[in-house]
């Protein structure tokens, strides 16, 4: 079935850095593709969002493009600030009508001051 | 709109105990889904529904689970009997139907702790 898989681990970094968190996936179909961000404590909420190949997402500086002939959907962020402190999900919608999401195992991301 | 709304927030209950999860979706949205969270076993579907239907109820773990959904705008989760493997985040998140990007909007979360 349908899955996505982001890369092990937290990523700890000071701020301002660059931010990376990869995401890769497989489909049957042309899915739609989303970055999901968990703060702590809450639930998760959309960060940005791509439905066809090449589109790019951004929102808060963050950007994913997505990458049909890498089957990636990465997520970068020029300078990360302490309040990006959260973690990353990245997931897709298979786009056969259910609405129903498969989500990547999530990325804890710490940015310290 | 005031989003999803779960209750309660915190739930701490003894072994053997039964457990009701509360959630209501945002007002229009007709797919309800309750998912479980916790850091062995990251974010897993438990069930989800479509116009007060359940349409897949695979990811409940075992018969001491059910969900119902009743009418459009209220849903449960119940454990009975409830165990200490049982403590996670529960989370409800709703959608629309109106094309292949509808995004899911979540809850805050109960955070059950059974001991």
């Known amino acids: 079935g349908d899955s996505v898989t982001q890369m092990e681990g937290p990523v700890t970094l000071s701020e301002e850095a660059f931010l990376t968190i990869n995401c890769t996936y497989t489909?049957?179909?042309?899915?739609?593709l989303f970055w999901y961000v968990q703060y702590p404590g809450e639930g998760l909420q959309l960060l940005l969002k791509?439905?066809?190949?090449?589109d790019k997402g951004s929102n808060k500086g963050f950007e994913a493009t997505y990458r049909k002939e890498t089957t990636s959907f990465h997520l970068e962020k020029g300078s990360v600030q302490v309040s990006d402190s959260a973690v990353y999900f990245c997931?897709?919608?298979?786009?056969?009508?259910?609405?129903?999401?498969?989500f990547g195992k999530g990325n804890q991301v710490v940015v310290i001051p | 709109d005031a989003g999803v709304i779960q209750s309660p927030r915190h739930e701490v209950t003894e072994m053997g105990q039964e457990v009701t999860l509360r959630c209501k979706p945002i007002s229009g949205h007709d797919y309800l889904f309750w998912y479980r969270q916790t850091m062995m076993r990251g974010l897993e579907l438990l069930i989800y529904?479509?116009?007060?239907?359940?349409?897949?109820d695979s990811g409940m773990p075992e018969d001491r689970f059910s969900a119902k959904m009743p009418n459009a705008s209220f849903s449960t989760l119940k454990i009975q009997p409830s165990e200490p493997r049982d403590s996670a985040v529960y989370f409800c998140?709703?959608?629309?139907?109106?094309?292949?990007?509808?995004?899911?909007?979540f809850g805050p979360g109960t955070r059950l702790t059974v001991t």
């Open positions: 529904f479509n116009n007060n239907v359940p349409i897949d």
């Open positions: 997931a897709l919608s298979d786009g056969y009508g259910n609405n129903r999401l498969a």
């Open positions: 791509a439905t066809k190949a090449d």
């Open positions: 489909a049957t179909g042309y899915p739609s």
């Open positions: 998140a709703s959608s629309r139907t109106s094309g292949r990007s509808d995004e899911q909007y």
